[in-house]
């Protein structure tokens, strides 16, 4: 939960006015839970990993004399764009999914636990 209750206590707190990015967030998640709030995020990150290499697949397969021109390395031969693309995006959501997969119990056991279930929980790794 943010700690402001209204716009105009974060608008306080910014020092300027919000802007319409800012407002329209701000009356999104005001009331939302922390963890929706998190998998909200990891969604948006995982659409924009999507489509931000869209571009460059679409200009390789549109038109591949003008990318080859700008390649690091023209001589190297490459698979076509869209396999690459295709690949890039399983391997880049395995890996952003094993790290936002235990989120949340990292987040809760951190953040949200109180400090006597931590003693419990440093006890029981103490006596193992």
């Given amino acids: 939960m943010m700690p402001y209750g209204t716009a105009a206590e974060a608008e306080a707190a910014l020092g300027r006015s919000m802007t319409w990015a800012e407002a ?3 009356r ?8 929706w709030l998190m998998w909200h995020i990891a969604l948006v990150y995982l659409v924009v990993d999507a489509l931000a290499p869209l571009p460059a697949m679409i200009l390789q397969q549109l038109a591949p004399g003008y990318a080859l021109r700008h390649k690091v390395q023209p001589r190297v031969p490459q698979p076509s764009p869209v396999s ?9 959501n395995r890996v952003a999914l094993a790290i ?10 951190a953040f949200k636990v109180s400090h ?8 029981i790794c103490c006596i193992y």
């Fill in 84 to 92: 690459t693309y295709l690949r890039y995006i399983r391997e880049s």
């Fill in 28 to 35: 999104y998640s005001a009331a939302m839970p922390d963890l």
């Fill in 100 to 109: 936002l997969g235990p989120f949340p119990l990292v987040y809760t056991l």
């Fill in 116 to 123: 006597h279930v931590w003693l419990i929980i440093f006890l």
């Fill in 24 to 26: 329209s967030w701000f």
